[in-house]
Structures are given as structure tokens and as C-alpha cells.
């Protein structure tokens, strides 16, 4: 069996590009400054990127599964193209409280639920403890802590930081860009 390895879970929505709510089209999608460069960083360090976002957009009936997929090949495609290969995307498509009947239902892969990260650590053998999680929200700390993620990092870049949130999580960083020196300098 392979040595495990560490991970950078990654945000999708306020962390890699913009929030302008329920993002599903390519103009849309506007990478925040320096992501690419850090990722491309974190890749150089030996981690994993492995993208876990909500997509409730698909079950509220604000945009297909198929918009979303074309979506995530066209971001896909503009990281690899920059070095950055993505080695796992996991979605939720669900909500609870959705229009769509096949994604509406309770699940356990929307943060704050660890599914999608459970998923990943099995597919791609992740050593959780020593893995970070980077997310603009609370729910993305709590999914992190729920699967064992040893370091759960909150940005600035997307919904308001709140007490609540900050409190839930190990540090609060302007942004993911500057990920690669904070571990370079040994913070966890
Ligand atoms: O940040 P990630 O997980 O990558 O994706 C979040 C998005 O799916 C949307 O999730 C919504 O939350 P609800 O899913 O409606 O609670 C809101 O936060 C939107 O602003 C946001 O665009
Ligand atoms: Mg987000
Ligand atoms: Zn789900």
C-alpha cells in the first residue's frame, strides 16, 4: 500500500474564486489574486489539492449538473494550464430544503458534513492529521474537524469571518495566497 499523504482541502466558492452567490457561469468565475500562484506552491511542497464545495445551487434549481461539470472542466482545465493539476473535486449537489426532487434530501456529504472528505481520504489515501482544510465559512471548519483534518485555516476572501467562526478554527489568513509561506514558517 502507498505512503499516506497530506492534502490541502480546498473551498471552492470564497476561497479560489469569488462568491458572487451560487457561481455557475464561466464569466462569472474570477480567481482570487494569487491562488493559482499558491496552489502552484502547495503542489511544489508535496501536497495533494483536492477541491470539497457545497453546489446546493444544483438542488435549489439554479443551475444544472451539467452546467457545473462543464464549469469545473473549464476551471480544471485553467489550472492545469498554469501547473496546477487538481488531484480530486468533490461536490455536493444537495439540500435539504431543495426544488429539484432527485438532489433534495439530507446527506452526508455537505459541509458541515465530512462526507465529501471521508471520500477522498479513501480514494486517495490521506493522512488526515496532517492535512489542512482552507475555507471561508464555519461550516467548512466544522466538516474539517468532523473528518480529523489537522489544521483548519479560515480566509478572509469570501463571507464574513465571525467570532464563531474564527473560534473554529486553528488561524485566520488573509487568503489562500498566502498558505505556502504560512506552513513554509511552520504555523500550523
Ligand atoms: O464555498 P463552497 O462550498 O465552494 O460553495 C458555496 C456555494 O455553493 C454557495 O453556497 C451558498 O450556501 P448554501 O449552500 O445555500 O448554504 C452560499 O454560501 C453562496 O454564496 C455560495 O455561492
Ligand atoms: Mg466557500
Ligand atoms: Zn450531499
Redesign the pocket.
Known amino acids: 500500500m502507498a505512503q499516506p499523504v497530506s492534502a490541502i482541502f480546498l473551498?471552492?466558492?470564497?476561497?479560489?474564486n469569488v462568491?458572487?452567490?451560487?457561481?455557475h457561469e464561466i464569466d462569472d468565475f474570477q480567481f482570487i489574486d494569487g491562488v493559482i500562484d499558491a496552489c502552484l506552491k502547495l503542489k511544489e511542497m508535496g501536497f495533494l489539492l483536492v477541491?470539497?464545495?457545497?453546489?446546493?445551487?444544483i438542488a435549489?434549481g439554479k443551475f444544472t449538473e451539467d452546467q457545473f461539470m462543464t464549469l469545473t472542466e473549464w476551471m480544471d482545465w485553467s489550472l492545469a494550464d498554469r501547473g496546477v493539476d487538481l488531484d480530486g473535486i468533490y461536490f455536493?449537489p444537495h439540500?435539504p430544503e431543495g426544488s429539484i426532487k432527485e438532489f433534495t434530501q439530507v446527506c452526508d456529504c455537505?459541509?458541515p458534513q465530512p462526507g465529501m472528505f471521508l471520500t477522498a481520504k479513501e480514494e486517495l489515501g490521506i493522512d488526515m492529521a496532517s492535512s489542512y482544510m482552507v475555507?471561508?465559512?464555519l461550516?467548512?471548519m466544522q466538516a474539517a474537524a468532523a473528518a480529523g483534518v489537522g489544521h483548519k485555516i479560515l480566509v478572509r476572501t469570501?463571507?464574513p469571518v465571525t467570532s464563531v467562526s474564527e473560534n473554529a478554527a486553528d488561524a485566520v489568513l488573509e487568503s489562500l495566497a498566502a498558505l505556502p509561506s504560512f506552513i513554509a514558517k511552520g504555523h500550523k
Open positions: 473551498d471552492r466558492d470564497g476561497t479560489l462568491d458572487h452567490g451560487y457561481v477541491l470539497v464545495t457545497n453546489q446546493s445551487g435549489r455536493c439540500h455537505r459541509k475555507g471561508d465559512k461550516e467548512d469570501g463571507k
